[in-house]
Structure formats: C-alpha cells, structure tokens
C-alpha cells in the first residue's frame, strides 16, 4: 500500500469525515477518494460504510485497522533510521542518555570501547527524556542509559539497573549554606536551587524526604529554580554565592579540586535510579562492546 492511501485510511478511520480527513491530510475530496480506493482495492475488500455525513469502519475495516497502524509504525521507524544513517552516516553509535550519567557513566564507556573500535562515531544525545523506552523501540537509540520512571510493556528490551550512587549539591564556598551545618532537604530548598528535570521519581523522593505532607508537595512542585540538562549552564551559576546545583560528585570533582565550588554538607542522602536499555534482538560488535562495558558499573 502506498503511503498516501495508508494515511488516508488511518485519517479517515479517525475522523470519520470524507471532508475533514481531506482537509487534515491537505488535498481535494478527489484525489482523498481516489486514496481510499486505493486502499481498499490493495485490501481487496470495502473499508468504509459511506454516508452522507459520515464514514465508519466496515467489520473487515475494523479487523485491517491494527494491520495498517503497524505498517504506519514501521514506515515511521524506517524514515527514523534512514534519517538517522543520512545524519550521522554509517558507523556512528547512538546512545540516549539522562544528564546524570554523562561523565560517571558515557565518558568512561566511551573511553573503553574506543580503544577497541578507534573509527566508531558516537553520537551522544543528552536529555531527560520523558519515553526513553519508546525512543528505543523506534530505533532512536542504540543505547538508552538514564532514569527509567516510565517503563511500558518493554517487549524484546534488556535492562539492566546500574549501580546506585548518592547524589551531592554543591554550591559557591561563599553561600550562606555552608555556615548553616549539615542540612536537609527542606534546608537546600530554602535556597535558589538549579538541577535537570525531575522526574516522577526525583520528585515522589523529594516529597518523601521532605515529610510526604501537603506542604513537602509544595515545596517540591516548585522546583527546581532553573531546570537545565545542560551541566555546562549548571555549573556556570555556581560562579554566585547564589544557586545551589544537584548532580553526581564526578560533575563536580574539578570544581571542588579547585575550590570554586563546595559541596553542601548533607544529613540526608539520595541515590540515583539509573538504568541501562537495549532492544534485546539487535546486536553488534560496537552495542556488544558498549554493553559489555555498561556491565561493570551494574548493581
């Protein structure tokens, strides 16, 4: 089936209008007709009961629908990797990643799996992606290293929990924070505070540590102050007794060296909830040698 009768018959199949379903796909009630015979002369069966006003699915319509959204999955897929490989050209690795585990996790992998493939490209794309697993499942990445708070019927996909570690704040050695003590959580959030994302889970964490009460939610929606997942724009407010940042030590550890910033003293721990994902039937010697790589930091 040719693309242009496939989206004509998932339009018209959602819109249950000739009309609107031309307008949605932006051409003339004709050629949408014409279309939809396509569609139906490639189905070799009747897709629609016509009316007047409205179009509705045929029983065999109803029993092809699934059919032709998976086709429409694969196409979309297909363009997705073409895209990718036109991009990026042959030979180039992707790897999703949360900002917690760029330089504790991806510089290190990196490190390792250059030394034994010095011509594989990378491309490494940094976010606090929101469907990490989904991305995976459409072939946006080859590896997905980040927090997995959403995790869907993950068919034919491999996690593996990556070993916990505590998160640190730090903030200019002039704050006023550091002449108050150890501190909690309630106490870092008195101040302007600057972080990536939190997730469902960073936040039901907070929450919890905060007291789990209404006024721990409060507190907890209103951060971060400056949301980022950039630690590059991170760390550049650190430069201000202002800001106090969250993030993992190896962030941090040039900072401190050189005393530009001070880690915050802490009564109270958080540990990450990172996790490594792969689609479980593809494989190569660079995703075997990242994978294998990934395993020596896991729980």
């Known amino acids: 089936m040719n693309e242009n009768a496939l989206t004509a018959f998932l339009t018209l199949a959602e819109?249950?209008?000739?009309?609107?379903a031309a307008r949605v796909m932006g051409v003339s009630n004709a050629s949408f007709s014409r279309y939809i015979g396509q569609a139906e002369d490639h189905a070799g069966f009747v897709l629609f009961h016509r009316r007047r006003n409205s179009s509705t699915l045929t029983r065999a319509g109803q029993e092809f629908l699934?059919?032709?959204k998976a086709l429409r999955h694969d196409l979309d897929r297909y363009a997705t990797r073409v895209a990718s490989l036109r991009?990026?050209?042959p030979g180039t690795f992707l790897i999703g990643?949360?900002?917690l585990t760029t330089r504790s996790l991806i510089v290190p992998v990196l490190r390792?799996?250059?030394?034994?493939m010095p011509d594989l490209r990378f491309r490494i794309l940094v976010s606090a992606y929101a469907r990490p697993l989904d991305l995976l499942q459409a072939g946006q990445f080859d590896v997905f290293l980040g927090d997995l708070t959403y995790t869907p019927d993950a068919d034919k996909v491999e996690i593996m929990v990556m070993e916990k570690r505590q998160i640190q704040f730090v903030a200019h050695p002039d704050h006023e924070i550091h002449q108050r003590g150890p501190q909690t959580m309630a106490g870092v959030f008195d101040f302007?505070?600057?972080s990536p994302h939190l997730h469902k889970h960073w936040r039901a964490t907070l929450i919890k540590s905060l007291g789990g009460d209404t006024e721990a939610v409060k507190k907890v929606n209103a951060q971060?102050?400056?949301e980022c997942d950039d630690y590059n724009f991170l760390t550049g407010l650190l430069a201000e007794p202002d800001y106090i940042v969250g993030g993992m030590p190896d962030t941090f550890s040039e900072l401190i060296?050189?005393?530009?910033?001070?880690?915050v003293s802490m009564k109270q721990s958080l540990s990450w909830n990172i996790c490594a994902a792969r689609k479980s039937q593809n494989t190569s010697t660079a995703l075997e040698l990242c994978w294998g790589e990934l395993a020596k930091y896991r729980t």
């Open 224 to 226: 971060p102050n400056v």
């Open 15 to 20: 819109t249950g209008s000739f009309q609107h």
């Open 112 to 116: 390792s799996v250059r030394q034994v």
């Open 97 to 99: 990643c949360g900002p």
């Open 257 to 263: 060296s050189t005393k530009k910033v001070k880690p």
């Open 66 to 68: 699934p059919i032709a």
């Open 192 to 194: 302007p505070f600057a």
């Open 87 to 89: 991009d990026a050209g």
